[in-house]
Structures are given as structure tokens and as C-alpha cells.
């Protein structure tokens, strides 16, 4: 429920979506920034993974989760072992938050 006279950034909303997406091998030892068509999502989102609705492939670690661009998810896979690795396909959890008002520079 929007109403705060202070615009520090309020969650407006938080939505779980559970997309299907087909993530592509990730190097040996490194992460990769994938990206995702998800209709809706904003460049003021804030995205969170809960991970995949399935077993993850061996050493396949989801980092940060980004919205550059409108409708637009960026997911960062680690592979933390030392061969290539592909993330599983079908559905992830991932957690949006869309915000009343800008996010503060910071809390003072």
C-alpha cells in the first residue's frame, strides 16, 4: 500500500515468478552473466534467485540477478569446478521487488 510522505525507497510490491529458462555452459572456474526475456520486469526492480525448481547441475551456483533493461533478467552462474558445466533448464524462482519511489544513495 503506497503512503509514505518520505520517499525512502519502499517496497511497493513483491512478487515470486517462476520463469523457464534455458541457461547455456558456463567455463570452468569462472561466472557468466546470462540473459532472460521476462516480460514486465523493470530496470528499478530489485531481483533475488531462489534457484532452480529442480537439482542444479554439480558446481552451478546462481550469483546476482540484475534488470539493465526493461523485461530483461541478467543472471550471474558460477561454475565453480574445473570443467565447463550448464546450468539445468526449466524453472527458477526468482523473488521481485518493485519499489514505491527511487532507492536512497543511503540510509543517513
Known sequence: MPSTTI??????????????ITPVAVASYTSA??????PGLLTTDLV????????????IVIGECDCFANNVLTVQFLNVT??????IA???SFMVSRLEGPAPANMA
Open 7 to 20: 520517499n525512502r525507497g519502499n517496497v511497493l510490491s513483491t512478487t515470486i515468478i517462476t520463469p523457464s
Open 33 to 38: 552473466g546470462q540473459t532472460f526475456n521476462i
Open 48 to 59: 533475488q534467485a531462489i534457484g532452480a525448481n529442480g537439482v542444479q547441475t554439480t558446481g
Open 82 to 87: 574445473n570443467a565447463s558445466a550448464t546450468p
Open 90 to 92: 526449466g524453472n527458477y
